[in-house]
């Protein structure tokens, strides 16, 4: 009862800020005990505040006027919340824009090792828009993208005189390269529309997809070679002509914390004109913390 008191304090200052009417005074209030189960109900103007005390959880619903439903405040598994924000990993690969990705013989220095391309996301800031029911709504956030992308062949990428990206495969001609690879780093923000089964957030169905846009914060070659039997690693850092803005589309699917992503960029992996035209794309598991 005294989680209840205080409770009712809160909503009494809450409610008057909320009315922003002079004359709005309480003109009902009823407490029911039921076995277990404390219930308090308020009507204040238009609004009806519920507050349930039961099994040592507290719960409290609000409805606006007798026409509309229930809605719950201050119960944070009930209130609408996104699956942005988390935790993600899975494959990196990018097409052509036919959208295939078998490079043609110009482009096939660029050809990937699909199982050792990886993308990974920590997803640290979200922010969540109730639309209906606490089921429907929009999000959108902050995050940080990486992308592994590991070359079949024994080259690295490099920029010619004319300041293009090509191959480089003359520098460790004579070495056994081990493996070589391209990472990128990109802030991310998404605009996502999201649907749950379930008001209860961390149960049933989610649905999200939307747009995505990016940009870049850094980006690097690594190669790792053999040379007189000792192992070498090279990393170089530097723009590689990769687009400094990026946006594409966004989906997920996947039941409580746990889903299923896609993302496709619709900008090139390089600037128009500066490299191969590249669309980048990753699919993967998602582990949501809501």
Known sequence: MKKIALLLFTLFITLGIYAQEPDSTLV?????????TDTTNIRF????????DENDE?????KKNKDSDWEFWGDDDSRFQGSWSGFSMGLSNYMNSDFSISR???DEFMDLNTGKSWNMN?????????????????????????NYYRFDNNN?????VNGVITTDTSTYASFNVDKSKLSTTYATVPLLLEWHSSANQN????IAAGVIGGVKLGSNTKIVYK?????????????????PFRYGVTARIGVGDWLVYGTYYFTSLFEDQKGPELYPFSIGIALSFE
């Open 203 to 206: 149960k049933g169905v989610v």
């Open 45 to 52: 103007k238009r609004k009806t505040v519920k507050i349930i």
């Open 227 to 243: 040379e007189n039997g000792d192992t070498n690693k090279d990393k170089k850092r530097d723009d590689y002509n990769l687009s």
């Open 58 to 62: 507290t719960k409290i619903l609000v």
């Open 122 to 146: 920590i997803n640290f800031a979200q922010y969540s828009i109730n639309l209906i029911n606490n089921k429907f709504g929009i999000v959108t956030g902050l995050g940080l993208e990486w």
């Open 156 to 160: 690295t990428i490099q920029k010619d």
């Open 28 to 36: 009902e209030m009823k407490e029911e005990l039921n076995n277990d």
């Open 104 to 106: 043609n013989s110009t």
